[in-house]
């Protein structure tokens, strides 16, 4: 039988996302209910990025459902010596499913090649799944509904904004990228196109109007994190500043709309926007945050199997 794994959202129907998101508040609301859904079960957790919210979330996920998680830094493990596939050929023979942040997608592919347990990818150059999943949850919470709801992402085009594009659109919604840079990493032809199809894409760089329009204002960091302290990324960093400064949400840019704030964290405040957004009473971000939680235990029980 072929193992399924979450690497993004090519492979999700648009139903399928839903049922996971439907799962993920019913979960949240019946937390007892499942506290021995993956008794006995374990979740390896591959990092080579730094994390809060991601490895904080799926290790209290596992917990909270009766399992256990060993966090693997890449460093400190011979993951920073050996090959990729002999390292996951081993985890997979004794933990029950993997998620993985790494540097690139073709390493969450590799893993899931040889892995023969789940793969959730934990965000890579390209992907941002389980990101995305909470995102979409918390929006169907505040808004009671997904299809037809217009997103407007402001930023840098990256992972995220490839992910929200990619699952936005199968469940119906609007997406409104205002996108001056693409990160040259995250670049997706292929994702855009199928956007494209869906006839619920747009790009534009008119900040205002696509604010006007807004029922959901997302903004995420300019720099990604593997850069954002790094000396030799400096000239660079300066330049997206400067390019990207006009994109900030700020109260200025926010007055009198009443569309939902979000924004993924870690947050750059004074960069991609302001402290008065942050704290607006339409900012969303925290309750987007702890549905990281929710939405990651929704993935656990459908990929082993227990939803
Ligand atoms: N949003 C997100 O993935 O947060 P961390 O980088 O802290 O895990």
């Not at 937390?31 to 008794?39: H, P, S």
């Not at 904080?56 to 596939?85: C, P």
């Not at 009671?144 to 469940?171: D, P």
């Not at 008065?276 to 929704?298: C, M, T, W």
């Amino acid at each position: 039988m072929s193992v399924r794994h979450m690497m993004n959202f090519k492979d999700w129907s648009g139903q399928e996302l839903r049922q996971i998101l439907d799962l993920a508040i019913k979960v949240k609301g019946n937390q007892k209910d499942y506290w021995q859904a993956l008794d006995h079960l374990t979740l390896g957790m591959i990092f080579q990025k730094t994390s809060t919210r991601t490895r904080v979330s799926f290790e209290v996920a596992m917990t909270q459902l009766g399992g256990h998680a060993i966090y693997l830094d890449w460093r400190s493990t011979n993951l920073v010596l050996a090959e990729l596939k002999d390292e996951v050929r081993f985890l997979a023979r004794n933990v029950d499913i993997l998620m993985a942040r790494v540097l690139t997608f073709e390493q969450v592919q590799e893993m899931a090649e040889y892995s023969r347990v789940p793969v959730i990818n934990g965000c890579d150059n390209c992907y941002h799944p389980t990101q995305a999943l909470a995102d979409f949850q918390t929006i169907l919470e505040h808004k009671g509904r997904l299809e037809g709801i217009n997103l407007v992402y402001v930023g840098i085009h990256n992972n995220v904004a490839n992910s929200l594009l990619e699952g936005g659109t199968k469940l119906g919604m609007k997406l409104t990228m205002v996108t001056p840079e693409v990160n040259q990493a995250s670049l997706n032809p292929e994702l855009i196109k199928a956007a494209e199809q869906s006839g619920l894409y747009e790009h534009t760089l008119d900040i205002k109007a696509a604010v006007a329009d807004a029922d959901v204002v997302y903004t995420d960091a300019w720099i990604d994190m593997e850069f954002f302290l790094d000396p030799k990324f400096a000239d660079e960093k300066q330049r997206r500043i400067d390019k990207m400064i006009p994109y900030q949400l700020n109260e200025e840019l926010l007055k009198g709309s009443k569309a939902l704030i979000m924004h993924d964290m870690p947050i750059h405040t004074g960069y991609e926007i302001s402290r008065g957004v942050i704290e607006s009473p339409y900012s969303i971000i925290f309750d987007q945050a702890e549905n990281r939680l929710h939405a990651e235990k929704a993935v656990l029980l459908t990929l082993l199997g227990r939803n």
